[in-house]
């Protein structure tokens, strides 16, 4: 070792307590929560179930009023009403048929490039 180096030693050993202090005691640590997340896995479930209950529900899986479709089958969306026409259904497709295609005798030119 140095001169300096055993002065500088002296000197710092010299400014500690003698003896050194006990390290202070620690407070009881804090109750820990077994899961953190369990409220949030919970909360999902929960707002899961719901959806698919609802969606259940409107999907008319739920039973529904005494007249309403039963599951399996297809309802009458005119039942009951005053829109029925007799060619209601089939107005749409003849109007299809009928309207000529907008590309009919077109014939595209050359396109310019540079």
Do not use: Y
Request: net charge positive; glycine share 12%.
């Amino acid at each position: 070792m140095t001169r300096i180096d055993a002065v500088l030693t002296d000197f710092f050993r010299s400014e500690l307590p003698q003896p050194f202090p006990a390290a202070p005691g620690l407070a009881a640590p804090a109750a820990v929560r077994r899961d953190p997340g369990r409220r949030a896995r919970l909360t999902l479930a929960a707002s899961v179930a719901a959806l698919a209950g609802a969606c259940w529900l409107l999907s008319n899986g739920g039973g529904g009023p005494a007249g309403a479709a039963r599951p399996g089958t297809v309802a009458d969306v005119f039942q009951n009403s005053t829109a029925r026409h007799p060619g209601a259904t089939d107005k749409g497709k003849a109007k299809a048929a009928a309207t000529p295609d907008p590309m009919h005798g077109f014939a595209p030119g050359a396109l310019p490039l540079p």
